[in-house]
């Protein structure tokens, strides 16, 4: 494509920060327009981000603005029914996840919008430096063959002090409401991620509970998955921690049949040579995540190469993610 791509924006809430700060990083490409029922809102970051029109109707914006693309960032009950919008005028979509609320309902819009428009879901953890980093070593047979691995994911995101605001509930508080909150919400990105590094997973155990008495959903997650490799998966979860950081921070142990592989909060290396570490910044690698995502979506829009996350990937992130439910007797 020699001319720029054309992009406009669905949702102006407080993550679309991260998602225009990926787009600004990319060449040949244009923000022409965003849109958010919240007129203001909307408004702020045109003027943040340098971009030309505010909408209020997603529609009308795609009619009146003819986009090449469509970054969709908004509430997941809202995602089908704009991809579809997008689809229907020939508009290629990334969509912020999860895709929709169930594998069902994921199943008959990818059927829907089939070959339509080129289609990607913005999931980015498998983008963070930290975690691609951790997929090369083991691809490249740093521990052998992966026999275990475990994962502990801890913050305090929805569960603080007496007196205290939770930083989840404050940012997002219909969450408080959702019926499946922490697998849903949370870890759905650690289930990409770990399908990126150990390949497919079966759920063969998991028990969901709840901290904070005042969430509808479950804050603490101990799940058993078994790779296609053989290896056993374990991850231990819980986002009502005290005493942790306002975002999850994940302890990943990777055990293989010549070495063990670390990464710790914001570091890696093997225990055969601790001396070595590689340090990673994780405010810097949180941004990454979502510029990753982008380059992502234009490269693979400018080369016609297949998104590392387009639906079909993502619905099988789904599929694990609602097994984990079925598993623990959560009704979906």
Not at 65 to 79: E, L, Q, R
Not at 251 to 277: A, F, N
Request: net charge negative; with cysteine; aromatic share 6%.
């Amino acid at each position: 494509m020699s001319e720029p791509l054309k992009i406009a924006i669905a949702g102006a809430g407080a993550i679309s920060a991260f998602h225009l700060a990926g787009w600004q990083a990319q060449t040949g490409v244009k923000l022409i327009a965003i849109c958010d029922p919240d007129p203001e809102r909307a408004r702020i970051r045109a003027d943040e981000f340098a971009i030309p029109e505010v909408f209020e109707d997603v529609g009308e914006m795609l009619d009146a603005t003819a986009p090449d693309a469509v970054d969709i960032i908004t509430p997941v009950a809202t995602h089908a029914p704009l991809v579809r919008l997008a689809a229907a005028r020939g508009v290629h979509v990334m969509c912020q996840k999860p895709m929709t609320p169930t594998v069902a309902e994921a199943e008959d819009l990818i059927a829907e919008v089939g070959d339509k428009v080129r289609f990607m879901v913005h999931e980015n953890y498998r983008f963070r430096p930290h975690y691609a980093e951790i997929a090369q070593r083991l691809q490249s047979g740093q521990i052998g063959a992966l026999r275990h691995a475990r994962l502990t994911v801890r913050s305090s995101s929805v569960y603080g002090y007496p007196g205290a605001v939770p930083f989840l509930l404050n940012r997002q508080p219909y969450l408080a409401d959702f019926p499946r909150l922490l697998v849903f919400e949370v870890l759905i990105h650690h289930l990409d991620a770990l399908r990126a590094i150990l390949g497919e997973m079966t759920v063969i155990a998991a028990q969901l509970d709840r901290m904070n008495p005042e969430l509808r959903g479950e804050d603490v997650a101990l799940i058993t998955l078994r790779a296609e490799s053989g290896a056993l998966v374990q991850i231990d979860a819980s986002i009502s921690a005290l005493g942790y950081p306002d975002l999850p921070t994940d302890r990943l142990e990777l055990l293989g049949t010549t070495d063990t592989l670390i990464y710790d909060r914001d570091r890696i290396s093997l225990l055969s040579r601790p001396e070595e570490v590689s340090l990673h910044d994780l405010q810097a690698n949180y941004q990454a995540c979502f510029t990753g995502a982008v380059t992502e979506f234009v490269t693979g829009l400018r080369s016609g190469k297949r998104f590392a996350t387009d639906r079909l990937d993502n619905l099988q992130t789904l599929r694990l993610m609602e097994s984990v439910y079925e598993m623990a007797g959560v009704s979906v």
